[in-house]
């Protein structure tokens, strides 16, 4: 009875085994996508172009070491990426899936996610990551890569502006 639990939680958010070359393929269009984006990130000082919440993660992320910034990075990097792909390529990818078909999903899923991202600058932002996170999707049939992608990314922006 626990294992069909679990077998049913598993599946309905895509929490299935991934291979390494899913986790190095995520990876490297990661780097390829901030890469391409973080020149016009750091040229343009975004904080003032965003929300109320953005320009406080910046202002926490780059005013020094403090309980603050480890609780930022804690929320920016591990849990929103969890929950964040737990929600939007498992639960919701499976249902969009069931009810018209994958190929919809991919699209219906790639712009909610970055819809829910709110600021248009932000919403620019993310899109391009949310396609490639709904393309590690398909490839994988897992959301497992795209968290690791997600946090990843994550993390490089966060040293950015930590750096900057």
Same mark, same amino acid.
């Given at each position: ?39 016009? @990130? ?49 639960? @919701? ?6 009810? @018209? ?64």
């Amino acid at each position: 009875m626990a294992n069909r639990v679990l077998n049913k939680i598993c599946d309905t958010f895509a929490l299935n085994k991934a291979d390494v070359k899913d986790y190095a393929f995520a990876a490297v269009g990661v780097f390829v996508i901030t890469a391409l984006s973080l020149g016009q @990130l750091l040229a343009k000082n975004f904080k003032y172009e965003t929300s109320e919440s953005m320009r406080t993660a910046v202002d926490v992320l780059g005013g020094g070491y403090s309980q603050a910034l480890i609780s930022t990075l804690f929320v920016i990097c591990i849990l929103a990426p969890i929950v964040e792909e737990l929600i939007f390529r498992g639960a @919701l990818w499976n249902f969009v899936s069931k009810i @018209l078909n994958v190929n919809y999903a991919f699209v219906v899923i790639t712009i909610l996610f970055a819809m829910a991202h709110k600021d248009p600058a932000h919403i620019a932002g993310v899109f391009p990551l949310s396609v490639w996170l709904a393309f590690v999707r398909y490839r994988s049939n897992s959301i497992l890569p795209c968290i690791f992608a997600h946090a990843l990314n994550n993390v490089i922006i966060s040293i950015c502006i930590i750096a900057s």
